[in-house]
């Protein structure tokens, strides 16, 4: 019999479960076990080592605002089969002439579309350098340009004072697939 299963109590050993020994099972028995304490303890140990650093970065001035920015956008955009924001575009913002970058997050509801006469687009505008801050407007989809940018190097683009460039998408023909 495996040393290791020694350790089980009498009752427990396979030859009194199943009536005959199972050469090899004390190993896998010490694997499973080393597996599962480890697992434990990485699990336990990993969200310490993750909070204590949170606490670090939430006792400096400036970083805490920046991180608890960048964790709250991260954690509301990008929960698995989330979809807060869906395209990146460019929007006439504060005037004619200059524009700036934003989010469609939906579309109108449609008492403003009654209201205002025609489809309207809703667009969060992020502003800089704390994406969390922006403010939400109602645009006339005839007057959004759509970019051909992933939404996470919209951000980046955002976040880093416009420092993080993307850079450009493959152009792929018509009716062909970008994958």
Do not use: C
Request: charged letters at 20%; zero cysteines.
């Amino acid at each position: 019999m495996d040393r290791t299963l020694l350790l089980l109590p009498p009752d427990w050993r396979p030859e009194a479960l199943l009536g005959f020994p199972v050469p090899g099972l004390g190993i896998v028995l010490s694997v499973l076990v080393v597996l599962i304490t480890g697992m434990v303890v990485a699990n336990l140990l990993g969200r310490k080592l993750v909070e204590g650093w949170e606490s670090l970065l939430n006792r400096i001035p400036l970083v805490r605002s920046i991180y608890s920015a960048v964790k709250q956008i991260l954690e509301t955009l990008f929960v698995a089969g989330g979809n807060s924001f869906r395209k990146v575009l460019m929007v006439e913002y504060p005037r004619r002439g200059l524009w700036t970058l934003a989010f469609q997050t939906g579309s109108g509801t449609d008492e403003a579309h009654d209201k205002a006469g025609h489809r309207l687009v809703t667009v969060f505008v992020p502003t800089t350098p704390n994406p969390t801050s922006g403010f939400i407007i109602l645009v006339p989809e005839e007057d959004i340009i759509e970019l051909d940018m992933s939404v996470e190097d919209g951000l980046k683009l955002i976040m880093s004072l416009g420092v993080v460039i993307p850079p450009p998408r493959a152009k792929v023909a018509p009716g062909k697939t970008n994958s």
